[in-house]
């Protein structure tokens, strides 16, 4: 059913984006409303990865056509510390260590950051504590994580867990999730879903990038767009993941889809 209250939360048109001087963004096209949870998939080198992290404003990526749009503003005039306060947030494949910062230090500065910008009051260190702790109880987090570096020494569903703990602080208009899958055993998975599941609401709108079915069983898609070469080359419902599942990627080529996907 489609749900006439929902808004445009990210438009893109045409965007075009090299690193290096070679093009790897060739024209993607993407409209994103609140409510919705769309999944793109692809091999590697098709450009999923580079699209999250052009979106989240990465430095190493130069832009060169087309357009994007956030809540109505021009999302490409803005730095990346702008686009997180804006309301833009992404979760690294990959999650850096931070030596020497507390995690509980570096979660309460991002909140409070957050909170300023949207003009609400900041908690103070025991005040966030109780907030921090039943979030936690989410993604089913030992507390004692608090208290550790910034994601040093941490196993790789930890430090996937500890990314949603920040999604599920920061309350991001626009949640961006670059393979969040990777390296996680199905316990693992079942509970970073669970924790995305919870947070994704008619207000917001969540982007999964992935390669594989499995985390679509546990977080339901409303589109699934098939990225080939730079560029969303198949867009359709959920049965489109189970079908590159069965056939992998090479039919997608033809544009013939049993699931009637849109080439």
Do not use: C
């Amino acid at each position: 059913m489609i749900d006439r209250n929902s808004r445009t939360i990210l438009s893109v048109q045409g965007l075009r984006a090299s690193i290096n001087g070679t093009e790897i963004l060739k024209g993607i096209d993407l409209t994103v409303k609140s409510g919705e949870i769309h999944a793109i998939m692809g091999l590697n080198g098709s450009g999923k990865s580079t699209f999250a992290k052009v979106l989240a404003g990465h430095s190493a990526y130069e832009i060169t056509g087309g357009s994007v749009q956030f809540e109505g503003n021009n999302l490409l005039e803005l730095p990346p510390e702008e686009r997180a306060r804006a309301g833009l947030f992404l979760a690294f494949q990959y999650p850096i260590e931070i030596p020497g910062v507390a995690n509980t230090q570096f979660l309460r500065l991002a909140y409070n950051t957050v909170q300023t910008k949207r003009g609400k009051e900041e908690l103070d260190p025991l005040e966030f504590d109780d907030f921090v702790r039943e979030k936690m109880k989410l993604l089913e987090m030992n507390p004692d994580f608090l208290d550790r570096s910034v994601n040093e020494g941490f196993s790789g569903g930890e430090k996937k867990r500890n990314e949603i703990l920040q999604m599920a602080l920061l309350e991001p208009t626009l949640s961006i999730l670059d393979e969040t899958d990777s390296g996680l055993d199905i316990d693992a998975l079942k509970t970073v879903a669970n924790g995305v599941n919870q947070i994704a609401n008619k207000n917001n709108a969540t982007i999964l990038v992935t390669h594989y079915q499995r985390l679509l069983d546990y977080i339901v898609p409303d589109y699934v767009h098939v990225m080939q070469a730079g560029r969303i080359v198949m867009t359709g419902g959920k049965e489109l993941a189970l079908e590159l599942e069965t056939r992998g990627y090479d039919w997608v080529n033809t544009g013939k889809s049993i699931t009637g996907a849109i080439a």
